[in-house]
């Protein structure tokens, strides 16, 4: 089959999955549809509804949009099907009932931010760099019953600095993944529709040794200040700028406000004992931890360390370096988080 005549049904919806479709536009082949999620309620009264990045780009060049609520429903299949598709691309979407993956002549293909079989599952970029890893990638591969299982097309791994956070790591596998999606299309038309694939093969010996990347939720952000401080540090970057790192800060008088922070400095000299058994700890609760602070700098003591706070926000106020933060707050040394 020629690329021209290759018809291509998208489906994504955050900014990530926008490059991938930009890059099949832009290199000429025929989307014939997208689907992506119904347009989210927005605003305080959730009465403005914002449509996903890639219905905005979709619309943008003139492409049909399908929005269903269920994957399953009779209509919407029946819809997809019209459009006549030879192979659908999946990037960060839904899980799909086999329904509608098992529909193009070709197949369907997912692009995911992680080398499989590690961190299967909604947030694998999150919980690369909060797991401290220093290598990641994007992998390719056909859908199957079971959610990112499926028999595995192309990978192509990506270096984490050590400070880099999640924007950083987001960006460079956002443009890896549109390029090895387009190497994926190509190996696929090579092999008319049966390119080579490798299967996720999992024996008993290292089933323990694959990490998850489930949803994070709020509570999944709180920062637990009990814990060695590289293992805080990366915690923190792993979710900069979002959702973000947040803790529970107490005044002297008892009131709390949420906390997040976005970025922190690895102490670089030898903790000087000021650890778990003697940080500053007001209410007698393990789990306060003390402040320490100088004129243009705060930090938290972890279980083995201080952890210098770079850049905050606290709630209801903007962003901002954590040297005003400590200009701007009396008395700041006698307040403690947790």
């Known amino acids: 089959m020629k690329k021209e005549d290759l018809r291509i049904v998208f489906m994504g919806t955050p900014e990530f999955a926008v490059e991938t479709l930009r890059a099949l536009v832009e290199n000429g082949y025929q989307v014939v549809a997208v689907v992506t999620q119904p347009d989210k309620p927005v605003g305080?009264?959730?009465?403005?509804?914002?449509?996903?990045?890639?219905?905005?780009?979709?619309?943008?060049?003139?492409?049909?949009?399908?929005?269903?609520?269920?994957?399953?429903?009779?209509?919407?299949?029946?819809?997809?099907?019209?459009?006549?598709?030879?192979?659908?691309?999946?990037?960060?979407?839904?899980?799909?009932?086999?329904?509608?993956?098992?529909?193009p002549q070709y197949g369907t293909f997912n692009v995911h931010a992680s080398l499989l079989p590690q961190y299967r599952g909604a947030a694998p970029i999150n919980w690369a760099i909060i797991n401290g890893d220093t290598r990641t990638g994007v992998t390719t591969f056909f859908l199957d019953h079971e959610i990112d299982t499926g028999r595995m097309i192309l990978q192509q791994p990506f270096d984490i600095p050590a400070t880099a956070d999640v924007e950083y790591v987001y960006d460079g596998l956002m443009y890896l993944g549109a390029d090895l999606c387009l190497r994926t299309i190509e190996a696929i038309m090579a092999a008319e529709g049966h390119p080579k694939t490798t299967a996720q093969s999992i024996d008993a010996a290292n089933v323990q040794n694959l990490k998850p990347a489930p949803k994070i939720f709020k509570e999944t952000c709180q920062i637990q200040w009990q814990q060695p401080v590289k293992q805080v540090y990366d915690f923190i970057r792993g979710l900069s700028p979002y959702p973000g790192a947040w803790t529970t800060l107490v005044a002297p008088d008892g009131k709390e406000a949420v906390l997040k922070i976005f970025k922190t400095t690895l102490p670089l000299t030898p903790f000087d004992g000021w650890g778990d058994s003697n940080a500053p700890s007001p209410s007698g609760d393990s789990k306060v931890r003390g402040l320490k602070v100088d004129k243009k700098h705060l930090y938290i003591a972890c279980t083995d360390g201080l952890l210098q706070i770079d850049s905050l926000q606290l709630a209801g106020k903007k962003r901002m370096e954590a040297q005003a933060f400590v200009n701007g707050v009396k008395n700041l040394e006698n307040y403690s988080v947790k």
């Open 44 to 103: 305080r009264h959730g009465s403005v509804l914002q449509p996903s990045p890639v219905k905005q780009y979709a619309l943008s060049q003139g492409l049909p949009v399908l929005q269903p609520e269920k994957m399953k429903d009779p209509q919407f299949v029946e819809t997809l099907r019209s459009f006549d598709a030879n192979l659908q691309v999946v990037v960060a979407f839904r899980m799909l009932p086999e329904v509608v993956w098992a529909m």
